[in-house]
Structure formats: C-alpha cells, structure tokens
Nanobody, 124 residues
Framework: EVQLVESGGGLVQAGGSLRLSCAAS????????IGWFRQAPGKEREGVSC????????YYADSVKGRFTISSDNAKNTVYLQMNSLKPEDTAVYYC?????????????????WGQGTQVTVSS
C-alpha cells in the first residue's frame, strides 16, 4: 500500500523557515517523481516543487524560486522541502504526492498518490 506522510508544518513569522518532510512507503522510491503542492482557502491546488527520484532533476514554481529547496534522501524514502524567507502568501496546506515516472511532473492531475497534508501558516 502506497503511503505518503507529511510533517514539519507549523506557525512561523514572515521571514522565517520551515522544513517539510514527506516519508514514502509501499513503492520503489527510485521510480517515482515526488511533488509538493499547496492549497490555500478558496484557491486551487498549485504546484510548488517537484523532484525526480531517479535523476534528481527538479522544478520550482516562480513564486518560490530562490526561497524553497527540494531534496531527496532515497535511502530514507523521504523528500524534504526547505522553505526559507517565508511570506504570508505561502500560508496553505502543503501536500506531497507521488507519481510513477522518472520525469518531473508539475500538475496535480498527473499524480496518483497523495498525503494528508500539513498546515503552514506564516504570520505578518
């Protein structure tokens, strides 16, 4: 059974940092792309970042480039999202998702497996 479990969310002041973790199980990690998405109240789910566990290629949304860093520890089947210089507009529920592909995948509809989400709140 495929499982994705996010952790690391919380409340932080603007300018602060958080590191989200996505622990994966139930599939061959190296064959999957792992993406981070977020959804704020009243807004559509949007792609934040993605990494190919096969070759380490990455994608970042323009809104987070230079502030967020995605990384993968294949030995631990875990993907991290380091979020620095956080802004109030980063406030959302953050989800990780997995798709069996070796390429970077950026749209939510392309992902088959989802975690339960973790809340990130950035105060001004």
């Amino acid at each position: 059974e495929v499982q994705l479990v996010e952790s690391g969310g919380g409340l932080v002041q603007a300018g602060g940092s958080l590191r989200l973790s996505c622990a994966a199980s139930g599939f061959t990690f190296d064959d999957y792309a792992i993406g981070w998405f977020r959804q704020a109240p009243g807004k559509e789910r949007e792609g934040v970042s993605c990494i190919s566990s096969s070759d380490g290629s990455t994608y970042y949304a323009d809104s987070v480039k230079g502030r967020f860093t995605i990384s993968s520890d294949n030995a631990k089947n875990t993907v991290y999202l380091q979020m620095n210089s956080l802004k109030p507009e980063d406030t959302a529920v953050y989800y990780c998702a997995a798709e069996e592909t070796i390429v970077v995948v950026t749209t939510p509809s392309e992902y088959d497996y989802w975690g339960q989400g973790t809340q990130v709140t950035v105060s001004s």
